[in-house]
């Protein structure tokens, strides 16, 4: 724990409904006044995941846009240190003058919600926990997580990593703050694994694949010794959603991506092929620019950000994956696979409560989980967004508690009680 100075001087209006606090002074001063007077707080950033979650009612938000920058970048020693409300766009832009990213890269939800700002922030990224494509090689976000800073319930500063570890419960710290979507601690701060970024990328698609078939060859690519860093599958009735040059095959698309230097990527998309058994399929390889367009179109759901439909998102062993979209066709969903087929965003033109409950009965019987990510407000309020046992709930609220023991970080946003 760490206390901070008090003494500097402050503009806060302690009447007002929103706060935009200018440093951690004020971050600290807005919740040590929420805490005493038992006021529920809504923390947003540039909230393009605010719609995920069940709607706060709260007396104060708490916006962490205007806390932003870049404070300790060392390319050489791969990490970056930024306050919590810097966009996700101004850190990528800066690593990229190293030839640097982040390389969980994180879902941009912001078409999918029709917001003008890009990606959001990275305390928002982080807290939500969303990682794309590159889940089954580099991990999750919060795998890249090095060190962080925020505030608890009470306002007292917390440190993680780097050479002060404040451990209240005993657990690892970022694994609790990451995709506790602001229910645990306000994040100030956050110290961030940055890794090269490849010179050359290729992406191997196979057209006109059945599910199984693709399921198949998704599998073995990451299998493979020849270090594979996307996979995904998109049905046909997507397949108008990606428009190359190169790309000429009609039917479904399943695309193998593989990233290095120019030599290196050519070598193993020739062994991919041969191992694959893809000679005599129709396949298609984009280069380096028609590549990052196709994964930056997937790291921001393009395919399902051209309507108004509800969104749900299930992780499954991949194995469990054919048969689950068997037994979910009665729903009529649109799909597609990212992660080798073991993550499932699914979209659907009608949801109810009793709708949500059949679709996720059929996720945890196929030993998945289930995540609403878009519907009617009118379904939030009745419905479970996220998927917990009564165990592991339990435990939540003993670690929210121990956390936040008032309750003013975002409750309820993803169960009741917490």
Same mark, same amino acid.
Do not use: H, R, W
């Given at each position: 724990?760490?206390? %901070?100075?008090? !003494?500097? /001087?402050? +503009?806060?209006?302690?009447? +007002?409904? #929103?706060?935009?606090?200018?440093?951690?002074?004020? %971050? /600290?001063? =807005? %919740? @040590?006044? *929420?805490? #005493? #007077? !038992?006021?529920? %707080?809504? =923390?947003?950033? !540039?909230?393009?995941?605010?719609?995920?979650?069940? @709607?706060?009612? *709260?007396? #104060?938000t708490l916006d962490m846009s205007k806390f932003s920058g870049i404070i300790d970048y060392k390319p050489e020693e791969l990490y970056i240190t930024v306050k919590a409300g810097t966009p996700i766009n101004i850190v990528r832009e800066e690593l990229k003058k190293n030839k640097q990213h982040l390389a969980f890269e994180p879902v941009n939800f912001s078409k999918l919600f029709k917001k003008d700002l890009n990606d959001g922030t990275i305390g928002g990224t982080l807290s939500c926990n969303f990682s794309g494509s590159r889940r089954f090689k580099v991990g999750s976000a919060r795998d890249h997580i090095l060190g962080f800073k925020g505030f608890n319930g009470k306002g007292e500063k917390i440190k993680s990593g780097g050479t002060v570890v404040k451990n209240v419960t005993g657990y690892d710290l970022s694994k609790l703050v990451t995709g506790s979507f602001g229910t645990l601690m306000v994040l100030s701060e956050l110290t961030l694994k940055v890794l090269p970024l490849e010179s050359e990328t290729k992406t191997i698609i196979v057209s006109g694949l059945a599910l199984e078939h693709a399921l198949g060859v998704m599998g073995s690519a990451i299998a493979s010794s020849n270090d594979t860093s996307g996979a995904v599958f998109y049905p046909e009735n997507l397949r108008n959603n990606f428009v190359f040059n190169d790309l000429t095959h009609p039917g479904s698309i399943t695309a193998i991506r593989v990233e290095g230097t120019k030599l290196s990527t050519d070598q193993r998309v020739s062994n991919l092929t041969k191992e694959l058994v893809l000679e005599d399929k129709k396949l298609t390889i984009l280069d380096s620019t028609q590549s990052e367009i196709f994964w930056e179109d997937t790291r921001s759901l393009k395919p399902l950000s051209n309507s108004d439909k509800n969104i749900l998102r299930a992780v499954v062993p991949p194995s469990e994956t054919v048969n689950l979209i068997n037994r979910l066709k009665t729903f009529h969903p649109n799909y597609f696979l990212d992660w080798g087929g073991s993550l499932i965003w699914l979209e659907l033109d009608y949801l109810s409560n009793q709708k949500i409950d059949q679709i996720r009965e059929r996720i945890l019987d196929s030993n998945g989980y289930l995540t609403v990510i878009k519907s009617p407000e009118s379904v939030k309020l009745s419905s479970e967004i996220f998927t917990i046992d009564p165990i592991k709930f339990k435990i939540s609220q003993n670690i929210k508690k121990s956390f936040d023991p008032k309750r003013i970080f975002n409750p309820g946003k993803m169960y009741t009680g917490i």
């Open positions: 724990m760490e206390e %901070i100075n008090q !003494n500097s /001087q402050t +503009s806060l209006d302690f009447n +007002s409904e #929103k706060f935009e606090p200018k440093d951690e002074v004020e %971050i /600290q001063q =807005i %919740i @040590k006044y *929420c805490f #005493k #007077k !038992n006021l529920p %707080i809504e =923390i947003v950033g !540039n909230q393009t995941k605010v719609d995920i979650g069940k @709607k706060l009612q *709260c007396a #104060k």
